[in-house]
């Protein structure tokens, strides 16, 4: 028997204490589960029930049949009135626990947790952590179900523990479990040593069920080297098949040594030997040998401290992803992303999707499973209220989608663009000009830097005369048309980035500006609360000077000739007539506007301090296009999406994209580096 270090110090509130760091300072191990892959060989019976996110081929070998004791009596039964979860997407399925402790023996009477679940041969199948202190030393009991929330509890448990993996020195949990087609049972499972010594993660297989388990000789999955992203710890591993069922992938938790945890991604043959995923693009520490697939949020979203815990479970349509922010004062809630690839995650714009307030006597959450079966979702958390409870949460509703086809949704096209919010432009090629008109109060930015419609991008043009870069726009050669806030000239830019000036007298602080089929050049000027006009040959003058001009900012016209400004010192949109005839027109929340784009019979407006895009038609009707009205960069369905301080907007070439620059800090402050968005107005069926 292998001796064990005695952490009488321990005690319950120390769960609290280092659950809080458990992504955050490597010697918290997690027990999570999941739908898991074997990792030799993939089930094929048809005639069988397998684990929710493996996708089966048709012939696979029946496992041995579990020993489970006959006589104890289910858990519980659900009594209560089930709740839904703050979104609407989980629905609490029973007030009361599926497992309170004591549950099963004496051995989970204090802390525990649902580990690792599987939907197998037609019912839920459970290994379960039980702990007396965390850390300590940890055994893993059996249980099967047939609905998720009745328990059977095998008679001889526990079947796994720490004792029995020669190089776990405090702990080991359970997290993912899978059936091969030959019958063979297979744990993924993550290992906490002293907090001295980073964590890893193990793996043991058995002919069934209740056992015997046997570890492999060493872990199959170690941190990564100095200075890499995960170089503190790996932990909270759950093993998928790949999509063509010839190996495996692995997601897990890694943290570096800035106590920072991402999620992970690893891949694998055989399910022994694994690589991490590695993005050719990023060759410069922390990524330089492998990168993680889901980064936390940025600044002010909900997840901004960390994104942890992944349980990730394959669908008929995609991928869908549980996972945690480290944040204790959020009470550890639970977020929801969805991919396709499996490397590229969009989170829901509702996160977090389960938090304490959707449970009895709001607990703090720690340790879940999720499972994905016959199309619902089964999410069980451990909540912390004095003593650790396993609750179960359920969902029908299709997390994979975004957005229902056909729905007009936000994406992210460059999350940290190297410059402040000046103006857009699109070329004949779809690339993007994007103006740094520079940080406030001095707005002296120089550069435009050009996005391709991958979101690659270059520093295309700089120079001491493009003096607070804001507003652009293309005439009818291809040269961009650039304001210079600060300078007050208009410079034109040809296609190999030689500046000139175009146009100086009367230009007084110019930000939008807008090119007329006949060449004709119109300047919103902020300084002046002026539209002036440039003729093609170079002459100038002022064409409105409408007390109803508060700082000009955005500026359009529709097919009639007819001019549109929006305002940046109020939210007043006003329409100009080709003589000149200056109307309110309509007035968008917020009362701070950007820019203003026309296409196809239909005004846009970035709504700046509303933190929304809004559209305008041409007889004064507005509607919400887009963003929640919260500061924040979620994709998703336009009406769910966010965005922070929305500045310019323009559309691609073939007018299905909007493109939209905001900033990357949510403080409403700052604006600078910048976010380019895209809003897809006609999603592919």
């Not at 570890?215 to 093993?239: F, H, N, R, Y």
Request: charged share 15%.
């Amino acid at each position: 028997m292998k001796m064990h270090i005695n952490w009488t110090v321990v005690g319950l509130l120390i769960l609290v204490l280092i659950a809080c760091q458990s992504e955050n300072t490597g010697t918290t191990a997690i027990a999570d589960n999941d739908e898991t892959v074997a990792p030799t060989a993939v089930p094929t019976d048809s005639t069988k029930d397998v684990v929710p996110t493996v996708t089966l081929s048709p012939t696979a070998t029946t496992p041995p049949t579990a020993t489970v004791a006959p006589t104890p009596e289910p858990t519980r039964p659900a009594t209560a009135v089930p709740d839904e979860a703050p979104t609407g997407l989980f629905t609490l399925a029973s007030q009361e626990p599926v497992l309170a402790a004591g549950d099963g023996g004496e051995w989970a009477r204090s802390l525990h947790n649902a580990g690792a679940v599987l939907f197998y041969d037609g019912q839920f199948h459970m290994f379960r952590n039980g702990y007396q202190s965390l850390p300590g030393n940890a055994v893993i009991g059996y249980a099967t179900s047939p609905d998720g929330l009745n328990w059977t509890h095998f008679a001889g448990n526990p079947v796994f523990q720490t004792d029995d993996v020669p190089y776990a020195d405090v702990m080991i949990m359970a997290s993912s479990v899978l059936v091969t087609a030959d019958g063979t049972w297979v744990m993924y499972f993550l290992i906490w040593d002293t907090p001295q010594t980073p964590g890893a993660i193990g793996r043991a297989t058995a002919p069934s069920p209740t056992g015997p388990w046997t570890p492999d000789a060493t872990p199959v999955l170690e941190v990564g080297g100095t200075g890499a992203w995960d170089s503190k710890l790996v932990t909270q591993p759950i093993v998928l098949p790949d999509e063509t069922n010839s190996g495996y992938v692995m997601y897990f938790t890694g943290v570096d040594q800035k106590n920072v945890a991402r999620i992970g991604l690893a891949t694998s043959v055989d399910g022994i030997s694994w690589t991490k995923y590695d993005d050719p693009a990023t060759d410069a520490a922390p990524f330089a040998a492998s990168d993680p697939v889901l980064q936390p949020g940025g600044p002010g979203e909900w997840d901004e401290d960390g994104a942890a815990r992944g349980r990730v479970v394959r669908t008929p349509d995609g991928l869908v992803m549980m996972y945690r922010t480290p944040a204790l004062g959020l009470g550890f809630s639970y977020g929801l992303a969805a991919s396709e690839d499996g490397i590229h995650w969009t989170k829901h714009p509702d996160n977090p999707i389960v938090d304490r307030a959707a449970l009895p006597g709001s607990p703090t959450l720690f340790f879940p499973a999720f499972v994905y079966q016959d199309g619902t979702y089964y999410f069980f958390i451990e909540a912390y209220n004095g003593q650790s409870q396993v609750f179960l949460l359920t969902s029908d509703a299709p997390l994979t989608a975004t957005a229902p086809v056909g729905e007009t949704t936000v994406s992210t096209l460059v999350m940290e663009l190297p410059s402040a919010t000046g103006g857009l432009a699109v070329d004949a090629a779809g690339n993007i000009y994007a103006a740094n008109i520079g940080v406030a109060p001095a707005r002296n930015g120089r550069e435009i830097y050009r996005i391709m419609p991958d979101g690659q991008f270059e520093l295309w043009v700089e120079g001491e005369a493009l003096n607070g870069a804001s507003g652009n726009t293309f005439d009818q050669q291809g040269n961009l048309l650039q304001s210079s806030l600060r300078a007050n000239v208009i410079h034109q830019i040809a296609p190999d980035g030689t500046v000139t000036t175009l146009v100086e007298e009367g230009v007084r602080s110019p930000v939008g500006l807008i090119v007329a089929p006949d060449g004709t050049l119109f300047v919103a000027n902020c300084g002046s609360n002026t539209i002036l006009r440039v003729s093609p040959d170079g002459e100038s003058d002022i064409f409105s000077d409408s007390s109803l001009l508060s700082c000009p900012n955005g500026i359009t016209l529709d097919d009639a000739g007819n001019i549109y400004v929006a305002n940046f010192k109020n939210g007043r949109i006003v329409k100009i007539t080709p003589d000149g005839e200056a109307t309110e027109f309509a007035t968008v929340p917020g009362s701070n506007n950007g820019h203003i784009f026309f296409l196809d019979s239909l005004l846009y407006v970035a709504a700046r301090r509303a933190n929304q895009i809004y559209t305008l038609s041409l007889d004064g009707e507005l509607m919400l296009l887009a963003g929640t009205g919260e500061a924040g960069h979620a994709d998703g369905p336009a009406l769910q999406a966010t965005f922070s301080l929305p500045n310019d907007i323009v559309a691609s070439p073939d007018g299905r994209y909007l493109y939209i620059n905001e900033a990357f800090p949510t403080n409403g402050v700052t604006n600078s580096p910048s976010v380019i968005r895209v809003i897809d107005l006609a999603p592919a069926p």
